[in-house]
């Protein structure tokens, strides 16, 4: 099972990025995935999931502004991020699972599978 997760880059507060978690290895279809993030000195904090129904769900500091969605037929989930703050500043990862529950959903220690991250800087 491979994630690879794209798409992060510098870019001035109030704009957008969208990010892409490529997989392979997996049957997509059926897993949940999800994107965290993590600033220097912090924990993971969960960002946005998507159930394999399609159900989403959002952390409280980027609802609104950040919407998950996920592609099947490209075995990909992406992250589009709105009127990006300095606070959104970190490495942002994918993760992915089958087994998942819904009340388990935002809690990193949950997932099997994780990519490897990529850095998304936002400057004031």
């Known amino acids: 099972v491979q994630l690879q997760a794209s798409g992060g880059g510098l870019v001035q507060a109030g704009g957008s990025l969208r990010l892409s978690c490529a997989t392979s290895?997996?049957?997509?279809?059926?897993?949940?995935m999800a994107w965290f993030r993590q600033a220097p000195g912090k924990e993971r904090e969960f960002v946005a999931a998507?159930?394999?129904?399609?159900?989403?769900f959002y952390g409280d500091s980027v609802k609104g502004r950040f919407t998950i969605s996920r592609d099947n037929a490209k075995n990909t989930v992406y992250l589009q991020m709105n009127n990006l703050k300095p606070e959104d500043t970190a490495v942002y990862y994918c993760?992915?699972?089958?087994?998942?529950?819904?009340?388990?959903?935002?809690?990193?220690?949950?997932?099997?599978?994780w990519g490897q991250g990529t850095l998304v800087t936002v400057s004031s």
């Open positions: 993760a992915g699972d089958r087994e998942i529950i819904q009340s388990s959903i935002r809690f990193p220690d949950e997932y099997d599978y």
């Open positions: 290895g997996l049957t997509f279809s059926r897993y949940s």
């Open positions: 998507i159930r394999w129904t399609s159900s989403t």
